[in-house]
């Protein structure tokens, strides 16, 4: 069982008149003794296309333990429903950016032989690293390079080399395609603002996401370390954090997570001082 997003239905407010199972192609709800019911944890994705067709307010999102979505098993739920409920399982998929579950998806349809509803375009979404959806989930290059030119002289802008969106370590969908195969650089968020050459030297190549072991859960990010671990060919792990003692919380955790796994990932540590300066680190 994880801690993830989740439907929850507060029975007193249900009047089940069931205009929210319509707009749940997964199949998680159902009207049972005249109220909608969560009947599987593991058809509900926790992104709530449910909520906004429920008149009494009754369906929110919670973050619980929960079994963990199965897309496959759904999938055998909604070819029994047809070609457009297909579709719209697809689309909503592709609209929140939910593109591993989204290439899952279409996997499971070619192995039964069935036509692809998203036929097209849309069909390769799955396959591509730039997200579409809210501004706050999308996947972005945002590097450039600018040169100004100053009397006389020319003077190139510093290039930023974060190449992933959201950087936020809860944000981040352990399923996210650009975690596959990738390095990752877990800094503690003092990090950017204290060691002025942050981009070129710790950044650059890396996949980043972003934490703060102080004041954060610290058993969350736990958690979700081990998700991407599990779900992703992770091929490089480098913290970077302060000197100061509360940032060191997150090297265990790291160090913890890859040996429950396993794997052969490697780890690297970068500590930095507080008047900006690598102490520790390659």
Request: proline residues 4%; aromatic residues 4%.
């Amino acid at each position: 069982m994880v801690k993830r997003k989740i439907i929850k239905i507060d029975e007193k407010k249900c009047n089940g008149c069931g205009l929210c199972i319509p707009n749940c192609p997964e199949g998680a709800i159902q009207i049972i003794d005249k109220k909608a019911r969560l009947v599987s944890d593991l058809f509900c994705d926790g992104l709530g296309a449910c909520i906004g067709h429920c008149p009494q307010g009754a369906i929110t999102i919670e973050e619980r333990g929960a079994g963990e979505y199965d897309e496959r098993k759904v999938m055998a739920n909604i070819i029994e429903q047809g070609a457009n409920v297909t579709k719209a399982h697809l689309e909503h998929l592709k609209g929140h950016s939910q593109h591993q579950y989204l290439k899952e998806a279409i996997d499971f349809l070619k192995e039964k032989n069935i036509p692809l509803p998203l036929e097209g375009k849309e069909s390769h979404t799955a396959h591509r690293h730039s997200l579409s959806g809210c501004p706050g989930a999308k996947v972005m290059d945002l590097r450039q390079k600018e040169e100004i030119a100053k009397e006389g002289k020319i003077f190139i802008r510093q290039e930023s080399h974060l190449g992933t969106w959201p950087v936020q370590l809860m944000l981040v969908p352990a399923s996210a395609l650009y975690l596959d195969n990738a390095d990752l650089l877990i800094a503690a968020d003092c990090v950017p603002f204290a060691y002025a050459n942050f981009h070129q030297d710790l950044l650059k190549g890396k996949v980043l996401l972003v934490g703060c072991p102080k004041l954060d859960d610290l058993g969350a990010y736990q958690e979700k370390i081990s998700q991407i671990l599990k779900k992703n060919n992770i091929k490089s792990i480098t913290y970077a954090h302060m000197e100061v003692p509360c940032c060191f919380g997150l090297v265990d955790i790291i160090k913890s997570a890859i040996s429950v796994l396993a794997k052969d990932i490697l780890f690297r540590e970068v500590v930095i001082s507080i008047k900006g300066e690598k102490l520790d680190g390659p």
